[in-house]
């Protein structure tokens, strides 16, 4: 009810399945995956919410869940942490499993200081936010084309670093994703460019909670590996394809304006290695 979903995520907890998404009705809806379909009826059945989580005053735009777990097995400390990001850049940080709000991320710059004017409100949308593994910390992008590294997981002092993506002046960042190791990010703009970026400064430092708030040296912060045209419009979603045997690639796509559906297979190269249309 009330309008477009903007992203959904399926995941398991405790041995259940859970569908978890978000949009254009401010709310965080979670169902519980545990009906078996056997007939029509069953199929066309409305199934309720298990969960409705309030908050967000502004359109929700996506949600990360944080990993339970790093490449090696050691706990994350962005276990059963969901992050919900809106328009008007609000952060929501909540406990997945407790299904409460923890707290809100904001970024002291956006309103502004003797150095930089605030930045402008249809500015300040979060479009993508992705959990690294294993140090637990959040990125996200928006509109005003700036990547920021959250400590989503502490209660203060939660922002890390603040850069701008430098994608193409005036394109907002529309798209993002880590790979599973989480060393590198890719992201996509609303021009059709995409770019890779090393991350693994954020992974080096391990946090330790009981030595009070996480410090991590990001004076490095995200650097650019690779730089491409992708598209010829809005890159709406990226991200990795990671296979075992075959290695780890690159898929993005976009939407034309008579709603075709690109999508596109790319080396760590920026070699396009096939595509298709999703009509």
Not at 97 to 122: M, Q, R, V
């Amino acid at each position: 009810q009330g309008g477009e979903i903007t992203q959904l995520r399926y995941y398991t907890q405790g041995g259940f399945a859970y569908v978890c998404a978000v949009g254009w009705d401010r709310m965080v809806t979670i169902w519980a995956d545990n009906k078996v379909y056997t007939t029509r009826a069953d199929q066309a059945a409305a199934i309720r919410p298990l969960h409705t989580l309030a908050g967000h005053v502004d359109d929700i735009r996506c949600l990360a869940l944080g990993p339970a777990k790093g490449t090696t097995g050691q706990p994350c400390p962005a276990a059963n942490l969901l992050a919900t990001g809106s328009d008007d850049g609000e952060i929501r940080i909540w406990n997945v499993e407790l299904c409460c709000w923890k707290w809100s991320l904001s970024d002291p710059n956006d309103d502004g200081n003797a150095h930089n004017p605030p930045t402008p409100f249809d500015q300040r949308g979060v479009e993508k936010m992705a959990f690294l593994a294993p140090s637990g910390v959040l990125a996200t992008c928006g509109a005003d084309g700036c990547l920021r590294f959250w400590a989503a997981f502490e209660a203060k002092n939660q922002l890390l670093h603040r850069q701008s993506s430098k994608h193409r002046p005036g394109e907002s960042v529309l798209s993002m994703s880590a790979t599973r190791d989480g060393n590198q990010l890719v992201t996509g703009d609303s021009g059709g460019y995409v770019k890779v970026w090393d991350v693994s400064a954020f992974n080096r430092a391990q946090p330790n909670r009981s030595q009070g708030p996480t410090s991590f040296n990001a004076s490095r912060g995200a650097v650019t590996v690779l730089h491409f045209k992708a598209h010829d419009g809005h890159v709406t979603a990226a991200m990795f394809v990671e296979l075992e045997m075959q290695g780890r690639y690159l898929g993005t796509k976009r939407v034309t304006e008579v709603r075709k559906r690109i999508a596109r297979k790319m080396s760590l190269a920026g070699m396009q290695l096939g595509g298709f249309i999703l009509t």
